[in-house]
């Protein structure tokens, strides 16, 4: 499959190149209405067939990729700094509670907030 590509690639090459050479020759056969739509033809057929080969080429490994894992949001335990999930609300390695709430409003705060940022709480008191 590979080698028939490459050699795909080849010809549309040698095709275009030999449509721009025949255009630009002064043979009397490139003047012509025929002629011009026979190099036209063998000018496009090449591109296409460059374009073709050099596409399925990159297309392949796109198909190939793994998928992709999904993303667990990971942040680290301000306490003990190892890795735990962001909607854990205990570190299960100290046990350090990691989205504490303001006692005054009830929101969810950071373990290492020294005040509420809604209320304006001493959350260290
Ligand atoms: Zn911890
Ligand atoms: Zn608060």
Redesign the pocket.
């Known amino acids: 499959m590979k080698a028939n590509r490459v050699i795909g690639t080849i010809l549309g090459i040698l095709l275009i190149v030999f449509a721009v050479g025949a255009y630009l020759s002064d043979e009397p056969s490139s003047k012509t209405d025929t002629g011009r739509i026979a190099i036209l033809g063998a000018f496009l057929f090449g591109l296409f067939t460059v374009g073709g080969n050099l596409g399925s080429s990159k297309a392949k490994p796109q198909v190939k990729l793994p998928e992709t894992k999904p993303v667990v949001e990971t942040k680290n335990c301000p306490s003990c700094s190892k890795p735990v999930s962001a909607d854990f609300t205990v570190c299960p390695y100290c046990a350090t509670p990691l989205k504490p709430k303001?006692?005054?409003?009830?929101?969810e705060?950071s373990s290492d907030f020294k005040l509420?940022?809604?209320?304006?709480?001493d959350?260290k008191k």
């Open positions: 303001c006692p005054s409003c009830g929101k705060v509420c940022p809604y209320c304006g709480t959350l």
